[in-house]
């Protein structure tokens, strides 16, 4: 009998070949984020039953740059970096499922196949698309993380800018913001083979990070620009008010995640 390995496809004889490894993934990454208010109607259009909009701040937003290194349990990625390096950007609203609020990635650009696949499996909707930003470093014309720092972010897709930003770091802060300050609900969505046999799978997740190591966060100040594009609605997340920006570096495991529901039926 034929057996073939892998956590994900291609399965082979060897495994070898798997897009992604098995859980735990651990990731190291600066983080710039960009918190501000919208019409709350915008968020409620893109939250699924049966989520709802938190109770307080409900139009609150942020948009986030990371740029990671991520590897499995063994760390053998980052000896070949092509498989360790990558960057992201994802817009971020809160819910409520019950009474609990949650973290809801809305939007998410990567620039790598792997991160795709894993946010397959995490319920993020991951789409490609071309990442940049200001990284720091203690020599030169880098930025430094102090008072008066500036960082620039890009995002675009399909040939298209979507948004930009500049960061000036004004102080330490005592967190990174609040809009992404809560475990993550997501959807796990799939549809059947068969036309019009709806979603095969169809899961409420709840996913957050089983460890994280953080240095200290910078608040400050934004300019964030949004732009329209033929294929993406990043821009209908309109911006009404500027909260305030962040930088921050941080270390992260994910682990797995919890099902909260099944057969919610909030996607066509």
């Not at 919208?38 to 968020?43: C, K």
């Not at 995490?122 to 030169?140: A, F, V």
């Amino acid at each position: 009998m034929t057996r073939v390995r892998g956590y994900f496809h291609p399965k082979t004889a060897t495994g070898d070949a798997s897009l992604i490894p098995p859980p735990p993934w651990r990731y190291s990454g600066d983080l710039l984020t960009v918190e501000y208010r919208t019409d709350p109607a915008r968020v409620r259009e893109l939250l699924p039953q049966p989520l709802e909009l938190a109770d307080e701040d409900p139009g609150a937003v942020a948009l986030i740059w990371a740029d990671w290194q991520s590897c499995a349990a063994s760390g053998r990625e980052l000896l070949d970096p092509v498989l360790a390096q990558y960057k992201e950007a994802f817009a971020v609203v809160r819910c409520k499922y019950g009474e609990r609020t949650y973290t809801r990635c809305v939007y998410i650009w990567v620039d790598k196949d792997f991160a795709i696949a894993r946010g397959l499996h995490q319920g993020y909707p991951k789409k490609l698309g071309s990442i940049h930003q200001t990284r720091p470093h203690p020599y030169g014309p880098a930025p430094r993380i102090e008072a008066g720092a500036r960082f620039g972010a890009t995002l675009a897709a399909a040939d298209r800018r979507l948004a930009q930003a500049v960061v000036t770091l004004r102080e330490p802060s005592p967190t990174n913001g609040f809009v992404n300050g809560h475990p993550m609900a997501h959807h796990r969505w799939l549809p059947s083979i068969e036309k019009g046999g709806g979603l095969a799978l169809d899961e409420l997740v709840e996913s957050g990070a089983a460890a994280f190591e953080g240095g200290q966060p910078w608040v400050g100040d934004a300019e964030l620009e949004l732009f329209d594009a033929p294929t993406e609605e990043l821009a209908r997340l309109e911006i009404h008010e500027p909260i305030a920006a962040y930088y921050q570096q941080v270390g992260v495991v994910w682990d797995g995640g919890r099902l909260l529901a099944t057969h919610t039926s909030g996607a066509q």
